[in-house]
């Protein structure tokens, strides 16, 4: 008996090992033909929505990321460079313009989670020299999620020909009133003068030039190594050594027509702490990974990360506010993305945090159409997993 019954137990585990086999064999071609098949799909989704796009008007071209599943592809398209044929790369850098705000915000989180500071802070614990009715009310947390009423000449058209010194800046939001009788806190305006101040402060709390806290607090965690701060000159041009000069993009009107020189800056404000940002796409595809919760070793980091990505007031049915982060309701999903423009640059960011997807859209001409992504691009890739 008992040699039968081994015998009985034998031949299961042996059927078992066969039936297992099997699986593993079967199971084998099966993965490799899905990432195979997200693949294609991928470059698919890219072709129909970004491709057609890409290099309208002749006007420079496009550097694309999109991660789903924890895959990068990279998309470039047109020129760098159209006078000199130099072609746009995952390594070509970009001016940021208003996507620099999500770094700033990340600072403050990142500050709040350690303790360094508050939300609830007002604005004059850091910059005294503001002492108005109104200003003196305004938070941290109100600069960041744009909910602090301030709207001066510089935060939309049509856009002012001057520019501020740092006492200008200064007595402007000492002067600062309500237009309708907004309050702090109460509404959402969007406004670049309250992400300048929202930088001044954090470089009054920390004692370090904005770059400098960027620099540490954020891109050095995470090995971004391309994304930089380049001094501004005369003509707004930016002061870069020949190797990363050819590595920066010639930004250009929509039509064409080329708007400085690569290196371009736009700012209405003269005084230090307020240069711009300038990345590529391949330091940026680090960035998005981190926001989705991929790749980051500081845990405080990540936490800040995903505490900037919170909605904190709702706008519409359609449209919520995070810090410096929107967040977009599509096709039944919660979109959180940031888009931002220049004269002669775009820049994007989108993320589709629950289905761990992201989008990185760098092109050198204004006003590239950021909705396609935010109203197709992010939905139709969320739906392959």
């Keep these: 008996m008992a040699i039968a019954s081994m015998g009985c137990r034998c031949g299961v585990a042996a059927a078992a090992s066969l039936v297992i086999l099997i699986l593993?064999?079967?199971?084998?071609?099966?993965?490799?033909?899905?990432?195979?098949?997200?693949?294609?799909?991928?470059?698919?989704?890219?072709?129909?929505?970004?491709?057609?796009?890409?290099?309208?008007?002749?006007?420079?071209?496009?550097?694309s990321v999109v991660y789903v599943a924890g895959h990068t592809w990279f998309f470039n398209y047109g020129l760098a460079d159209r006078a000199k044929k130099r072609k746009i790369t995952s390594n070509s850098l970009f001016n940021l313009a208003s996507v620099q705000k999500v770094f700033d915000a990340t600072l403050i989180a990142l500050g709040t989670l350690r303790g360094e500071l508050s939300l609830d802070d007002p604005i004059?614990?850091?910059?005294?020299?503001?002492?108005?009715?109104?200003?003196?009310?305004?938070?941290?947390?109100?600069?960041?999620?744009?909910?602090?009423?301030?709207?001066?000449?510089?935060?939309?058209?049509?856009?002012?020909?001057?520019?501020?010194?740092?006492?200008?800046?200064?007595?402007?939001?000492?002067?600062?009133?309500?237009?309708?009788g907004e309050q702090p806190g109460k509404q959402r305006i969007y406004s670049h003068a309250g992400y300048v101040l929202l930088q001044l402060a954090l470089e009054r709390r920390y004692g370090r030039p904005i770059n400098e806290l960027i620099k540490?607090?954020?891109?050095?965690?995470?090995?971004?190594?391309?994304?930089?701060?380049?001094?501004?000159?005369?003509?707004?041009?930016?002061?870069?050594?020949?190797?990363?000069?050819?590595?920066?993009?010639?930004?250009?009107?929509?039509?064409?027509?080329?708007?400085?020189?690569?290196?371009?800056?736009h700012s209405y404000y003269d005084f230090a702490g307020t240069e711009q940002m300038f990345s590529s796409a391949r330091d940026l595809a680090i960035f998005v990974r981190a926001c989705l919760g991929a790749g980051v070793a500081d845990a405080q980091l990540r936490a800040a990360l995903e505490m900037t990505q919170r909605e904190m007031i709702r706008v519409s049915r359609e449209l919520g506010q995070a810090m410096a982060w929107e967040t977009v309701y599509v096709d039944g999903?919660?979109?959180?993305?940031?888009?931002?423009?220049?004269?002669?640059?775009?820049?994007?960011?989108?993320?589709v945090p629950p289905r761990k997807v992201g989008v990185v859209l760098l092109a050198n001409r204004s006003d590239f159409p950021y909705e396609i992504a935010r109203n197709r691009l992010l939905s139709e890739l969320s739906r392959l997993q």
């Design 216 to 265: 540490s607090r954020i891109l050095e965690p995470l090995g971004m190594n391309s994304t930089l701060f380049p001094d501004r000159g005369s003509d707004n041009q930016s002061i870069l050594s020949p190797q990363l000069r050819l590595r920066t993009v010639q930004g250009y009107l929509y039509n064409g027509t080329p708007i400085g020189v690569p290196g371009n800056q």
């Design 24 to 63: 593993v064999l079967l199971g084998l071609p099966h993965v490799a033909m899905t990432n195979s098949d997200l693949e294609s799909r991928v470059r698919a989704i890219v072709a129909d929505n970004i491709a057609p796009v890409a290099i309208e008007n002749d006007a420079g071209g496009l550097a």
């Design 124 to 180: 004059i614990k850091y910059v005294p020299e503001l002492h108005g009715d109104y200003i003196r009310r305004v938070t941290l947390g109100q600069l960041a999620s744009h909910t602090s009423g301030l709207l001066l000449v510089t935060d939309h058209p049509p856009w002012p020909s001057k520019s501020y010194s740092f006492a200008e800046f200064i007595d402007v939001l000492n002067a600062w009133t309500p237009h309708a």
């Design 333 to 351: 999903r919660t979109i959180v993305d940031k888009p931002g423009g220049l004269n002669n640059a775009s820049a994007y960011i989108g993320l």
